[in-house]
């Protein structure tokens, strides 16, 4: 079928967004799997650029180094199709990295709950430095109240509380397949805006 080129791309890409522990890596794992894609971590691929990790990154070159790390390895993802990408939780507030991934990219928010996101952050002790405060639950409500207006760019929200990888995966990609469908792919209107 030859599409008009002003046609609303088909989505070639995922990124999921949200807090951590919002399920964006198991979730980007078994999506991609099910999609026949890649999945990347973007933390993961920064880390294996570097040779160093997050942690010796931000220790050594504070947040604007591994920001800007972190616009290099979109960049690279931006060459690529097939590929469901899960960033950091504070990916989403670089304004310019959502629209650097192009038409054909779908964004969806991973919504956890601040109580939820510290319950599951507490069955990996030491792995969340935000959490090693006093009052580890007042932290990621102050840090989702900041970031929530960036998270709500997003295409889709989809609620992670109670929810399971495979049921996440299975609405994501339920929202691809509409998507695919949709009449408005056809007649160039996007249902969202890419």
């Given at each position: 079928?030859?599409?008009?080129?002003?046609?609303?791309?088909?989505?070639?890409?995922?990124?999921?967004?949200?807090?951590?522990?919002?399920?964006?890596s198991?979730?980007?794992?078994?999506?991609a799997?099910?999609?026949?894609?890649?999945?990347?971590?973007?933390?993961?691929?920064?880390?294996?650029?570097?040779?160093?990790?997050?942690?010796?990154?931000?220790?050594?070159?504070?947040?604007?180094?591994?920001?800007?790390?972190?616009?290099?390895?979109?960049?690279?993802?931006?060459?690529?199709?097939?590929?469901?990408?899960?960033?950091?939780?504070?990916?989403?507030?670089?304004?310019?990295?959502?629209?650097?991934?192009?038409?054909?990219?779908?964004c969806?928010?991973?919504?956890?709950?601040?109580?939820?996101?510290?319950r599951?952050?507490?069955?990996?002790?030491?792995?969340?430095?935000?959490?090693?405060?006093?009052?580890?639950?007042?932290?990621?409500?102050?840090?989702?109240?900041?970031?929530?207006?960036?998270?709500?760019?997003?295409?889709?929200?989809?609620?992670?509380?109670?929810?399971?990888?495979?049921?996440?995966?299975?609405?994501?990609?339920?929202?691809?397949?509409?998507?695919?469908?949709?009449?408005?792919?056809?007649?160039?209107?996007?249902?969202?805006?890419?």
């Amino acid at each position: 079928m030859n599409l008009p080129s002003h046609a609303a791309p088909p989505i070639h890409r995922v990124v999921l967004v949200g807090m951590m522990c919002s399920g964006k890596s198991a979730v980007g794992a078994e999506l991609a799997r099910r999609l026949g894609w890649t999945h990347l971590d973007l933390d993961r691929e920064i880390e294996r650029a570097a040779g160093r990790t997050v942690r010796e990154i931000f220790a050594a070159e504070g947040e604007a180094g591994f920001r800007r790390m972190e616009a290099d390895a979109t960049a690279r993802v931006a060459e690529r199709d097939r590929v469901v990408l899960s960033p950091g939780g504070g990916w989403i507030t670089n304004p310019r990295l959502l629209p650097a991934l192009g038409p054909g990219t779908l964004c969806v928010w991973l919504r956890v709950s601040p109580e939820e996101a510290v319950r599951r952050a507490a069955a990996a002790p030491g792995e969340r430095p935000l959490l090693a405060g006093s009052d580890p639950l007042g932290a990621v409500r102050r840090l989702l109240a900041e970031r929530e207006p960036d998270y709500a760019r997003a295409h889709v929200a989809l609620p992670t509380d109670g929810r399971s990888v495979a049921e996440l995966a299975d609405e994501v990609h339920n929202v691809i397949r509409a998507r695919a469908s949709s009449p408005d792919a056809t007649r160039g209107e996007s249902p969202w805006n890419d």
